[in-house]
């Protein structure tokens, strides 16, 4: 966690343009972040993403 409060910047502008980023704790995935737009129109589903875009 204290590493993306480092880069919240770089990361925010990545998810604006439409990358996914994946968070995990102690290697296991605890939360997504993700754009609104991609989140209110459902382009996510339940364990699938755009891995082209996706970072954890």
Known sequence: M??????L??????VAEGHVFIVTKNGKPSG??????Q???????????DTSKSHE
């Open 9 to 14: 910047r770089r990361i925010t502008a990545l």
């Open 39 to 49: 989140a209110v129109e459902g382009k996510l589903e339940s364990g699938h993403s």
């Open 32 to 37: 997504i972040i993700v754009a609104p737009e």
């Open 2 to 7: 204290s590493q993306a409060r480092r880069r």
